[in-house]
């Protein structure tokens, strides 16, 4: 139970990030008015920044798991967790440090739709409404 409550954490704030990135790429569709100030070009450094944190919070997820949740308890460490972390945001696949269990399978498979859900709905909306705005010469999009 206490390993489920310190995890928690880190999942919440996984979750609240996927949630607030796709609620503003909806409303920057929808047209509707910004809930911040935020120029597109500060919108796509933030949604970098989450996208490392969403790295190091699944690592934290990792590191406390039981060991026999991954083949041959192959995370020893944070670095290892962290490196899981990465190849599996990253979709990679290297390998080497493989899910033996259904929850390490889910957070993996979570984990992966979270970092496509920050990259597409995102940079892609991010992007394609900041190149808009600024080839109509509007002067600050929001």
């Known amino acids: 139970m206490a390993a489920f409550i310190v995890w928690a954490y880190p999942l919440s704030r996984a979750n609240e990030i996927i949630y607030a990135f796709y609620r ?4 920057k569709l929808n047209g509707e008015a910004s809930r911040s100030n935020l120029k597109y070009g500060e ?3 933030l949604a970098v920044k989450s996208y490392v944190e969403l790295i190091v919070n699944f690592a934290c997820i990792y590191i406390l798991l039981p060991a026999d949740f991954f083949v041959d308890g192959k995370v020893h460490s944070f670095i290892d967790a962290l490196y899981f972390s990465g ?10 440090i493989v899910p033996a269990h259904a929850v390490t399978r889910f957070f993996a498979i979570y984990e992966v739709v979270c970092g496509f859900s920050l990259i597409i709905v995102s940079f892609a909306v991010y992007t ?6 600024n080839a109509r010469g509007q002067q600050r999009p929001e």
């Open 24 to 27: 503003d790429a909806i409303e």
């Open 87 to 96: 190849v599996t945001m990253t979709t990679l696949g290297y390998g080497d």
């Open 128 to 133: 394609g409404r900041g190149i808009e705005f």
């Open 43 to 45: 919108r796509i450094k």
